[in-house]
């Protein structure tokens, strides 16, 4: 079967080993350790639980410089990322190497931390400049010394502004009153009117009280001499020169940009080391000796006896098959062309270790149904060709290269069902359909589908009833999927004239098979027959599910006829040689539209009709998937 | 009704233009406000983690279907009609066939497309929250467009079985 059989590995060494040992069974990459703690509670009292925090907390400290630096000087890197990485290939005999290069890595870390925190520096005195400029600006104007402001002997001057709409009533009042006072409109900005008030002391209860009235915000600039235009210069070109230390700083830290790579690869390595030593805490121990337990693949563990033998002799380990109550994790074996489908499995719910793996057969059926969605030879050489090319150029990694290889397989299909239905760019290219024409014979083309999706729906019982005999649930199989399957088939049957006389038969042992024993649970004889007949109308469940498959039609039905409004669209452009030039620019753009739009379509409506009417039928998700002790690299080759 | 034939002039081809402006623009119509609705949701996402646009897209891009699916018809109905060559004669009759055959795409069209779009944005949610959770994400907006699937076919079927 297709999922891997696991072992229970059991391990014991010497604490002065662990480190090498780890070193291998990391770099060994097939054993998923297991917490122990829980285990110890069961009376041994002498093992005590491991850990390395001293270390994991190191690592963790320095990981965290790494990852600094490598954000900070990404924000200066121009080199535009490829659109597929390609990991870095390093010799591990320099492994080491980099890791001790500790000085590189704490003066990378001091160069961007003082560049960063001299960045924010200029940023705030930035900020405080702008301010005080934008006080200054509504006092352009103003053609007095700021330093000059102020009281004399016998008089007093006032800088401060009101809203606009109590100007003339302030002006009105200060004349009215025939105070000794001059008021200077100096600027205006926004809803307020700044002014300069000069005024004999004699009389500054009067002026105080009507500036009161007219709401009047005083405004000082005590620190500043010479006029605000003199220190607005000032100020900016302040600025300017602030700007001036930026330019430097960017460049400073653009001269970092090479050590990326550098730092990547120590980000790499420190968090190789970084795991092994957290692993740890899964351990227990005593003085001298540790312990570790885990999963692995059956046919690993004499490797994994190899690897330890490489290193030491002083060690035991045992290997058991996994009990009643242990959740095993899950690890598929697929044969390649299936592999990319896990994925779709994957993300409906990993199998169960103790269901079955449903991707052999679902992948199949994923690939017919895909491009019957489509449905149009040249979308399907088109897809074809274009995802071929990047897995053989960009070798993308996982989840993308499983797409890749999905829109792959997809493109194939779709250029068999476009042959055979006679799609070739919509209606431009008219080639004979192999067999028929959707458009011309529909009802034909639903039954089609309707008979794919008996097809699917029929492995997933099938399916289920092998789930049952595996479990030792023979019976179980006969009465729920056997008589059901007998039930459903006698009643296609009966819509076959030639077969309608046998149908009839099947139909009613199905039947009555299903009201008597579908309940078996049930004590109570009554009860047991009215939950009997109950089941019956999971008939029209099965109709329900079988209808469902009409998208394969509708679908089918929508790239086509799409295609063809772009054709006619296209042929009303072709006039002159002009319009032939934009009809088939037009027309290229437009069938690459309908293609995404079909693959994205196919692609949802494909996942659909595996989860709902297919997994429904058997499926058992929610396993663990398999999570080894490896090396784990984001940057480097593993 | 005969009234309204004599009134008509005895043409079902406006009837036949109502049918496909009924498919192409309802369901339009549907599609605009689901794909309004979940991008929305999914602008929501992106201002958190732009990383994550391209999935949001993905959903975004679902309750886009139904509009298609309605010029398809539309399409279907103009074709039959001729509007493209030599416009055939329509009668009545034949004409509010054609008409009703647009009704299915254009009203299913509508009311699911605001449907799936309010699920798109709902799953956008668990882009944010649990990005590895995509492929579910993607399920329940497409749950609803089988109905709108289904009003596709119905409408085609209706069609097809239109003799002029």
């Not at chain 1, 003082?114 to 200029?122: A, G, H, L």
């Not at chain 1, 760019?425 to 999706?453: Q, S, T």
């Not at chain 2, 749950?143 to 076919?153: G, K, P, S």
Request: aromatic share 12%.
């Amino acid at each position: 079967m297709a999922i891997v059989k696991m072992k229970k590995a059991t391990m014991i060494a010497l604490q002065s080993e662990k480190n090498e040992i780890l070193s291998s069974l990391q770099k060994f990459g097939y054993l998923q350790i297991v917490n122990l703690e829980e285990q110890m509670e069961q009376g041994f009292e002498e093992l005590q639980p491991d850990s390395d925090n001293e270390a994991v907390g190191r690592l963790e400290a320095k990981l965290s410089q790494v990852k600094y630096s490598l954000d900070f000087l990404g924000k200066f890197n121009k080199a535009k990322k490829p659109l597929f990485a390609q990991k870095i290939q390093v010799d591990e005999s320099k492994h080491k190497e980099y890791l001790e290069n500790e000085e590189k890595l704490n003066e990378i870390y001091e160069d961007c931390r003082s560049i960063d925190s001299k960045f924010t520096e200029i940023k705030s005195s930035e900020t405080k400049l702008n301010n005080i400029i934008s006080q200054l600006n509504p006092w352009l104007s103003l053609n007095e010394n700021l330093e000059d402001i102020g009281a004399t002997k016998n008089t007093n001057t006032i800088l401060g502004f009101i809203a606009g709409k109590y100007e003339e009533e302030l002006i009105a009042a200060v004349n009215a009153e025939d105070l000794h006072a001059y008021l200077v409109k100096v600027g205006a900005e926004k809803e307020n009117s700044f002014f300069m008030v000069t005024y004999h002391k004699t009389c500054e209860e009067k002026i105080a009280q009507l500036l009161k009235q007219a709401g009047w915000t005083k405004v000082t600039f005590s620190e500043y001499s010479g006029t605000p235009k003199d220190n607005v210069e000032r100020l900016k070109s302040e600025i300017n020169e602030l700007e001036n230390i930026k330019k430097e700083l960017v460049k400073k830290a653009e001269a970092l940009v090479p050590e990326i790579g550098f730092l990547e690869i120590l980000y790499d390595l420190i968090s190789i080391e970084k795991d092994r030593r957290t692993v740890v805490k899964d351990f227990v121990k005593t003085d001298k000796t540790f312990m570790l337990q885990g999963w692995l693949p059956e046919k690993f563990t004499g490797n994994m006896t190899k690897v330890l033998d490489g290193i030491t002799d002083k060690y035991t380990t045992s290997f058991e098959d996994p009990g009643e109550e242990d959740e095993m994790p899950v690890l598929l074996d697929n044969p390649k062309p299936v592999k990319p489908y896990e994925m779709i499995t994957d993300l409906y719910s990993v199998p169960n270790a103790k269901g079955i793996d449903p991707n052999i057969f679902m992948a199949p059926f994923f690939v017919v149904f895909f491009g019957m969605m489509v449905t149009d030879a040249v979308y399907g050489i088109f897809m074809s060709a274009v995802t071929g090319y990047v897995l053989y150029k960009y070798k993308p990694q996982g989840g993308m290269k499983n797409m890749m290889w999905i829109m792959f397989f997809g493109g194939i299909s779709t250029f068999f069902w476009g042959g055979i239905f006679g799609g070739w760019l919509g209606d431009l290219i008219k080639i004979k359909p192999w067999w028929f024409n959707p458009l011309d014979e529909p009802l034909r083309m639903l039954i089609f589908c309707l008979i794919l999706g008996v097809v699917h729906l029929y492995t997933g019982y099938i399916l289920q009833a092998y789930q049952s005999i595996k479990a030792g649930n023979f019976m179980d199989a006969i009465y729920d999927q056997v008589l059901w399957l007998m039930l459903l088939t006698g009643l296609i049957f009966l819509a076959l004239p030639p077969l309608a006389v046998v149908g009839k038969y099947m139909a009613i042992i199905g039947a009555a098979g299903t009201v008597i024993f579908s309940a078996r649970s049930e004590k109570n004889i009554f009860k047991r027959l009215i939950s009997g007949v109950l089941a019956l109308y999971n008939v029209s469940g099965f109709l329900g599910d079988v209808l469902s498959y009409s998208r394969l039609f509708a679908l089918c039905l929508a790239t086509g006829v799409i295609a063809q409004v772009f054709n006619a669209m296209g042929v009303m452009m072709g006039g002159s040689i002009i319009g032939k030039i934009i009809m088939v620019a037009f027309l290229a753009f437009a069938h690459v539209f309908n293609t995404a739009l079909g693959v994205l379509g196919a692609y949802v409506h494909t996942s659909r009709l595996q989860y709902v009417e297919f997994f429904g039928k058997f499926y058992e998700g929610e396993g663990k998937p398999f999570n080894p002790f490896r090396i784990k690299t984001k940057y480097i080759q593993e | 009704m005969n009234n309204l034939v004599e009134f008509m002039g005895n043409s079902g081809l406006w009837m036949a233009f109502l049918g496909s402006a009924i498919a192409a623009g309802l369901a339009g119509c549907g599609s605009a406000i689901g794909v309004g609705i979940a991008g929305q949701a999914a602008a929501g996402v992106v201002t958190e983690d732009p990383g994550k646009f391209g999935k949001t897209l993905l959903l975004q891009a679902l309750p886009g279907t139904q509009g298609i699916y309605g010029l398809l018809i539309g399409f279907l109905i103009w074709s039959k009609i001729g509007v493209f060559g030599t416009i055939l004669p329509v009668t009545t009759e034949q004409g509010l066939m054609l008409m009703l055959s647009g009704v299915p795409i254009g009203i299913v069209g509508l009311i699911s497309a605001i449907y799936q779009g309010k699920a798109s944005a709902a799953s956008c949610g668990i882009i944010a929250k649990r990005p590895e959770e995509f492929g579910k994400g993607m399920i329940y907006p497409a749950m609803v467009e089988t109905y709108a699937v289904l009003a596709l076919l119905a409408s085609f079927l209706m069609l097809n079985g239109i003799k002029l």
